[in-house]
């Protein structure tokens, strides 16, 4: 009967665990940040491009399987969006930025707007009536 109940109770963490997972995750929350993003800076050094409109600016890593998913996503609306850049970012190359700005898990999206501040970060694969309707709301 004890080990009955354990395993109800396993469960039941587990399911609990595995509903906020899918809640929390693969959704765009709307950040509100003053001034300019530190990201905005390290985007022009490297990558020498912001978009007019904004910057979907992608952290992956090599083993990532949802990456490959999100980069052709986010390079599929960009192509068909005016204004908006996709930048993918190897997020093990680029350790220090990582941290800076809490990139907690692979694939994280961030939208900059046009300014390059951070209007946006979705953390898993996002969909794209998602990242539609979130690059809409940049004015």
Same mark, same amino acid.
């Given at each position: 009967?004890?080990?009955?109940?354990?395993?109800?109770?396993?469960?039941?963490?587990?399911? @609990?665990?595995? &509903?906020?997972? /899918?809640?929390?995750?693969?959704? *765009? /929350?709307?950040?509100?940040?003053?001034?300019?993003?530190?990201?905005? !800076?390290? %985007? /022009?050094?490297? $990558?020498?491009?912001?978009?007019? +409109?904004?910057?979907?600016?992608? $952290?992956? !890593? =090599? $083993? @990532?399987?949802? @990456?490959?998913? &999100? /980069?052709?996503?986010? !390079?599929? %609306?960009?192509? +068909?969006?005016?204004?908006?850049?996709?930048? #993918? %970012?190897?997020? #093990?190359?680029?350790?220090?930025?990582?941290? #800076?700005?809490? *990139?907690?898990?692979?694939? &994280? &999206?961030? %939208?900059?707007?046009?300014?390059?501040? #951070?209007?946006?970060?979705?953390?898993?694969?996002? +969909?794209?009536?998602?990242?539609?309707? =979130?690059?809409?709301? *940049?004015?």
């Amino acid at each position: 009967m004890n080990g009955l109940l354990m395993l109800v109770a396993i469960l039941t963490l587990a399911t @609990c665990y595995g &509903t906020w997972v /899918k809640v929390s995750r693969s959704r *765009i /929350k709307q950040v509100s940040v003053v001034g300019r993003s530190p990201l905005a !800076s390290a %985007i /022009k050094a490297q $990558f020498n491009v912001l978009g007019s +409109k904004a910057t979907l600016v992608q $952290f992956s !890593s =090599a $083993f @990532c399987a949802p @990456c490959r998913a &999100t /980069k052709a996503l986010l !390079s599929d %609306i960009a192509a +068909k969006s005016t204004g908006v850049v996709h930048i #993918e %970012i190897d997020a #093990e190359s680029q350790l220090a930025l990582v941290r #800076e700005l809490s *990139i907690r898990s692979t694939p &994280t &999206t961030l %939208i900059l707007d046009g300014q390059g501040r #951070e209007v946006g970060r979705a953390v898993g694969a996002p +969909k794209r009536d998602q990242v539609l309707s =979130a690059l809409a709301a *940049i004015q």
